[in-house]
Nanobody, 116 residues
Framework: QVQLVESGGGLVQAGGSLRLSCAAS????????MGWYRQAPGKQRELVAT???????YYADSVKGRFTISKDKPKDTVYLLMNSLKPEDTGVYYC??????????WGQGTQVTVSS
């Protein structure tokens, strides 16, 4: 089991930027994939971006070209850089990590609010 702690959320105006961090309690080297989901009020949780152990990335169409996922293995941290933020990006952002057993670990979430 791994503990994931997100940080970096906050209130930002439309067009602004935020960088979310997800710090793991142990080495992220063994994870097949890590990434971010988000959940807006009254909506289902949606996948935002993922990054595999080999560094391949995936982005939801709604964030492609604006968000960038990356990882820093020495720091055991995954980042989500969010540029050109829109009000529809508002929600709680959750980090996850998936290992060889396909079991997922989740962070507690960090709130992102984009004002128009």
């Amino acid at each position: 089991q791994v503990q994931l702690v997100e940080s970096g959320g906050g209130l930002v105006q439309a067009g602004g930027s935020l960088r979310l961090s997800c710090a793991a309690s142990r080495s992220i080297f063994s994870f097949f994939v890590m990434g971010w989901y988000r959940q807006a009020p009254g909506k289902q949780r949606e996948l935002v971006a993922t990054i595999t152990g080999g560094g391949s990335t995936y982005y939801a169409d709604s964030v492609k070209g604006r968000f960038t996922i990356s990882k820093d293995k020495p720091k055991d941290t995954v980042y989500l850089l969010m540029n050109s933020l829109k009000p529809e990006d508002t929600g709680v952002y959750y980090c996850f990590a998936e290992g060889s057993s396909s079991a997922r670990s989740w962070g507690q979430g960090t709130q992102v609010t984009v004002s128009s």
